[in-house]
C-alpha cells in the first residue's frame, strides 16, 4: 500500500512503504542543493513545505506511480454482484494499485504555463540526476509569478485609473445637468417676469374714465415683478445655489468631496429669503411672507433685500 503524508513541516508525498527510505534521501539532497544555491525551505500551508526562490514560495510534493493491474474479482465480490441487481457497473475497481517503485517529483507551480512541473524516474536518469533540473525549473515558476502578479497589478492600476476616469466624468456631468437645470429655472422665471411687465404696461397704460378698476391688479402686477426681481437678484440666486448644492465654480466644485452614490439630488428652486446680516444667515420663506415683509419695509432693495 501508500503511505500519504500531508501537514505542516512536512514534504506531501505519497510513497510506498519500500520507497520511503530512498525518497528521504532524495529530499535531504534536494534540499541541501536547494539551500546551496540560496534558496530556502519554508512552511507554507498545511498541504506541506514550499520552497522559496526569489522571495516565492512554491509548493511540491514527491510521490510514487502506482502500477495499474486489472482487477481479478473475488468469490465475495461476484456474489455481490448477483445480489445487488440494482447496480448498473461492477462493485468492485476497475485496476488494483500498488507501488511502482518509480518516483515523480512535482512543483506545484503556474499551470497552464507551458513550464515543466513534473520530473519522473526515466529509463536514462532518476530524479535523483534532475535536482538539477529541478530547480532551473522552479527559478523559472519564480520569475513567471513575479511577472504575473506585475500584470495582475499593472491591470488592476489601469482599472482603478478607468474607474476613477469614469467617476470624474459622471461627476462632471451630474453637475453640468444641475446647473443646466438651474440656469432654466431662471430662464422661465425671467420669461414669467417679461409676461408680467408686459400685462403691466397694459395695465398702467390703459385710459378711459374706467381705467381705476386696474389699479389693484397693477399693483399686485408690481408686487409680482419685484418678487421675481428679488429671486433673480445676486444674492438670493447665490443663496438659491448654495442651498441646492449647484455650484457654478468647476474647479472648487470638482476638488470638493465626491456626492455619495446614495445620497439624493437637493431640488433645483429659486427661493425667497430672510436676510440677518448681523448673524450672517439666511432664511428661505414663502411668497406669503414675502409679501407681509416687504409690505412692512415698504420697498425692495436692487440686491432682493426688502
Sequence with gaps: GFLHIQGKGVVAATLGVASVERGLRFLVGFVRAAEGQGHLVVQRTEAGLALEVAGEPIGFRLDEKPRETLHQPTAKELADKVDQTWRTSDPWPKYDRAPSGDLAFVIDGVSYSGLRR???????ARIEDKIGDILVAFAAHAALIQEQRREREEQARKWAEERARREREQAFEQREKRRGEFAEAIAAKLEERRSLAAVLAHAETAGGPEAGRLDAMAAWLRR????????LGPVFLDISARAAKVDFDEARAAAGPPTPSWSYPREIELQLWRLDPQKDEATSISALEWSRLTAAAGEVQADGRP
Design 118 to 124: 513534473t520530473f519522473s524516474d526515466g529509463k536514462r
Design 224 to 231: 409680482k415683478v419685484a418678487e421675481i426681481d428679488a429671486l
